[in-house]
């Protein structure tokens, strides 16, 4: 099966910072992937499906890249509401695997 | 607008079955697959399986294998997750998914004696 890492586990930053997360494939998936924010309580919230696509109604400080096995999530300027964990999805194919997530916070 | 809709929160005792529904509007069900994905208090994401409404068959994570039944009634577009032998580590939120894009609101499941 295909594993999938991120990193870093945790990131703590400033208001206005450009923040970047990774996440790897074990194997390449082509772009099948998509990230989610998850905020304490509440259901995953899809932000960006196909590796680099913008779901409809998130800012556009979103962004992703990334195809084959290796894939970034951008916030180009962090807010006070981004405050959440992060994780990726491979979609391409079963087991459809999560990555552990990443919990960014405010410094 | 597409939906998914869970059943209510549920407790059960340890050695129990429980059982899970899932309506779904605003998109012809039988095109989809239907995921579960299970997240323990303060724990990540992780994926159980899926059901392809169409024709019914099922892919299930290993971790689940022999535990987990997921299923698909297209005369009401619901899908079903039916988890057996609870334990206490399967005390849960529990979320049918329409991947990536629309997610149920989750189901709580708590497995104690």
């Known amino acids: 099966d295909i594993q999938m890492t991120q990193s870093p586990s945790s990131l703590s930053a400033s208001v206005g910072d450009r923040v970047t997360i990774t996440c790897r494939a074990s194997?390449?998936?082509?772009?099948?992937l998509a990230w989610y924010q998850q905020k304490p309580g509440k259901v995953p919230k899809l932000l960006i499906y196909?590796?680099?696509t913008l779901q409809s109604g998130v800012p556009s400080r979103f962004s992703g890249s990334g195809s084959g096995t290796d894939f970034t999530l951008t916030i180009s300027s962090l807010q006070p509401e981004d405050v959440a964990t992060y994780y990726c999805?491979?979609?391409?194919?079963?087991?459809?695997?999560f990555g552990p997530g990443t919990k960014v916070d405010i410094k | 607008e597409v939906q998914l809709v869970q059943s209510g929160a549920e407790v059960k005792k340890p050695g129990a079955t429980v059982k899970i529904s899932c309506k779904v509007s605003?998109?012809?069900?039988?095109?989809?697959?239907m995921h579960w994905v299970q997240q323990a208090p303060g724990k990540g994401l992780e994926w159980m399986g899926l059901?392809?409404?169409?024709?019914?068959?099922?892919i299930y994570a290993e971790k689940f294998q022999g535990r987990v039944t997921i299923t698909a009634d297209t005369s009401t577009d619901t899908a079903y997750m039916e988890l057996s032998s609870l334990r206490s580590e399967d005390t849960a939120v529990y979320y049918c998914?329409?991947?990536?894009?629309?997610w149920g609101q989750g189901t709580l499941v708590t497995v104690s004696s």
């Open positions: 998914a329409k991947v990536p894009h629309r």
């Open positions: 605003g998109y012809t069900f039988t095109d989809y697959y």
């Open positions: 059901v392809d409404p169409e024709d019914g068959e099922t």
């Open positions: 194997q390449g998936i082509s772009n099948y």
């Open positions: 196909a590796a680099s």
């Open positions: 999805q491979k979609y391409n194919s079963a087991p459809f695997t």
